[in-house]
């Protein structure tokens, strides 16, 4: 079935696929006799891909008061962009057992929109400044559970000694990383798995001591390589005596004009060498891209170990998962929702962990049968946070859902305008960017943030700091570093100067959210377009857009190459 985009600033036409409606049908809320099926959906993949990541802050860090009077690093800004206040909890106050969150319960106005009474009660209520778990001195992180030592990392679990980037899994000592997993001192990796003391490698398994290089399996004492399977002391793809291949690393390690140097050649030998259409391994009937170990995913990224689902980015162990975004343990049944943990049959919900039957829910944990609530936990039949009884409940919710389809709320995400945070502090921003014009048209807040002066005893240029790692003084501690390319300032950290030093690498002469976004710049969209592969023209389907030069190339030919 083809559509029309409902959003007046896409009109893009879209295809409902029977899959999807068969989904929906098998995705059902019973209430007593009657039983109700969420409809198809009226905007298009992206623009429901857009309306939830945009209530998702990984990175935005502020230094702000709390509730209870404390200073703590949130997620939240001290001034919430729709104008009124807001209440922060610390993890620990959140958590308190004793706080069960219905503090702000309210009835169901059948004279008003659901999502006007909605936005009273999400604004009341109090939301956790850190989304953290068990971790042990990682305040400047978000996201992260069972880590030690790790700071500005975020979506990370099981880490220790980690430092700036995105999704580290059970990591050690790793600096300026995103998608770093199962590895050990490696520093400026993108996509890197089970690695161990690496520089600037990407989308690269099993690999050791290997520099400025991308797609290496199991090698070893490789620099400036690519495509390479099983291959030790190669230098620009040729094998080299250990002498001499230790020689050449010798004259660039620890000097930051040669390391650059380094990775300007890097960047050269992307646009030569060949690249896999999609990342899709050891899976069946997949589309989409960074699929591992699944069946039947289709238009998924970054998905593994999960089945039967569509349109999900961040998946883990799905099944009958459609439309969602960061979804872990084992969700299954679950419909244009954001952040879930072990959730069974849900729909249009933000962060519901161990949680079943939900609709419209924020923030609820060991909840059940609940709708239009905000940060419960352990509760059944609520409605805006109000208890009813289960016969209260199986009457009021048909009328509540009939009187959303009657103002054509039913069916659609909350709104952007609830979302606490500007467009460019979201994930959104990172899958599908946008310019601050843009987004305010399109009705989403935009955060302007000016970096505050840092406390120091001197600024100094990037390009003034010494160029060997040998000759910076321990007191660039104190020094605030101004970007090279923003000329956001920007400061070492002493555990980082230490990694610096430990592994003869230069200091940055980047602001770290210039590191971050470049490194992310190194993956491709998450959005398909047919292209033909450049060694046998099959026709293929890629991430890599048609206009783009590179050498795209089918699997098969691919694995003819490499192997
Ligand atoms: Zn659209
Ligand atoms: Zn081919």
């Given amino acids: 079935m083809l559509k029309t985009c409902a959003n007046p600033h896409c009109h893009q036409s879209f295809e409902i696929t029977p899959d999807e409606e068969t989904f929906l049908k098998k995705m059902t809320f019973t209430f007593g006799k009657e ?19 945009c209530h998702r802050n990984e990175r935005a860090f502020y230094k702000r008061k709390v509730a209870n009077g404390k200073e703590m690093v949130s997620i939240y800004h001290e001034e919430p962009l729709w104008g009124e206040s807001d209440i922060v909890f610390t993890p620990e106050d959140w958590n308190d057992h004793k ?10 106005d059948f004279s008003r929109p659901f999502f006007d009474q909605f936005a009273n009660l999400h604004k009341a209520s109090p939301r956790m400044g850190m989304m953290l778990l068990a971790n042990d001195n990682c305040d400047f992180t978000a996201g ?14 099981y880490d220790e000694d ?39 490698v990407s989308f690269s398994k099993n690999c050791r001591d290997c520099l400025f290089s991308t797609d290496l399996i199991g090698c070893s004492d490789c620099c400036l390589c690519s495509n390479l399977h099983k291959k030790q002391y190669h230098f620009g793809n040729k094998p080299l005596p250990k002498e001499e291949y230790l020689q050449k690393i010798e004259e660039f390690r620890g000097s930051h004009t040669k390391m650059e140097e380094m990775k300007q050649k890097l960047a050269e ?110 509760k059944k039949y609520c409605i805006l946070n109000k208890q009813h009884t289960k016969k209260e409940y199986e009457e009021l919710m048909p009328k509540i859902i009939e009187h959303m389809q009657s103002a054509k709320e039913f069916g659609r995400f909350f709104p952007s305008t609830l979302s606490p945070f500007g467009y460019n502090e979201t994930l959104a921003q990172e899958y599908l960017p946008l310019t601050e014009t843009e987004a305010k048209e399109r009705g989403f807040y935009w955060r302007t943030v000016t970096d505050k002066k840092p406390n120091v005893t001197k600024t100094i240029d990037a390009s003034d700091l010494p160029d060997a790692i040998e000759q910076i003084p321990d007191d660039v501690l104190n020094w605030a570093v101004v970007c090279e390319a923003t000329k956001r300032p920007f400061r070492i ?66 694995l003819k190459e490499v192997y």
């Fill in 144 to 157: 992260t559970a069972y880590s030690k030592n790790c700071y500005l990392i975020n979506s990370s679990e």
């Fill in 493 to 558: 950290v002493k555990q980082e100067l230490e990694f610096y030093r430990r592994q003869r690498l230069p200091i940055p002469h980047l602001h770290p959210d210039e590191r971050y976004d470049r490194r992310l710049a190194l993956r491709n969209p998450r959005k398909l377009w047919h292209r033909s592969c450049a060694i046998c023209q099959k026709e293929i389907s890629t991430t890599c857009a048609p206009e783009r030069t590179e050498k795209v190339v089918c699997e098969e030919c691919y």
């Fill in 35 to 53: 039983s109700i099926n969420p409809p198809l959906p009226v905007f298009c993949p992206e623009c429901r891909l857009r309306i939830r990541t």
């Fill in 162 to 200: 980690c430092l700036y980037g995105k999704l580290y899994q059970s990591c050690r000592s790793s600096v300026d990383c995103s998608l770093l997993y199962g590895s050990e001192l490696c520093y400026d990796c993108f996509s890197v798995y089970d690695s161990y003391n690496c520089t600037s």
């Fill in 99 to 108: 706080r069960d969150g219905m503090g702000q319960g309210r009835a169901y």
């Fill in 269 to 378: 030998l992307r646009k030569s060498m060949i690249h896999r259409a999609v990342h899709i391994v050891n899976s069946e009937d997949c589309t989409g891209d960074f699929i591992e170990n699944s069946q039947r995913c289709t238009e998924c990224y970054d998905v593994n170990e999960s089945q039967d689902s569509r349109y999900v980015t961040v998946g883990v162990n799905v099944k009958d998962v459609y439309d969602c975004s960061n979804m872990y343990l084992k969700p299954e049944l679950a419909f244009e929702t954001l952040g879930t943990i072990e959730t069974y049959n849900v729909a249009y919900c933000l962060y519901v962990f161990h949680s079943q039957n939900l609709l419209y829910c924020e923030y609820c944990f060991s909840c059940s049968d609940c709708f239009g609530c905000s940060g419960l936990r352990q």
